[in-house]
């Protein structure tokens, strides 16, 4: 059995299904999105019913991605947490009064 039918100028290639839903992804379009095995791919639907693979960026990859923009408040993120639970509580407490 052939991996993939392909022709090296047009972009396209036929890959084969596994019995177990799985397929190779052709090398030139492994590179092209910058893939790596093991690695993980989204497939996503466009409005128009296309399909669209995406790579998927490995959580090192995304280590201080949040860290390289400037932050837009001073107050740690645990503290904004405790102060929103608090909100949430008196609110709860508001339209439900302990019995």
Known sequence: M???ES????????VA?????QAM???RFRAKLGIDAPGKVLFRETEDGNVVIERVRSATEMQGFAARSE???DVFATDLFREKRERDRSERDDRFPPQ
């Open 2 to 4: 052939r991996k993939s």
């Open 7 to 14: 022709s090296p100028d047009s972009g396209t290639a036929v």
């Open 17 to 21: 299904i596994s019995k177990h839903g």
């Open 25 to 27: 992804i052709p090398k």
């Open 71 to 73: 932050a837009s408040t």
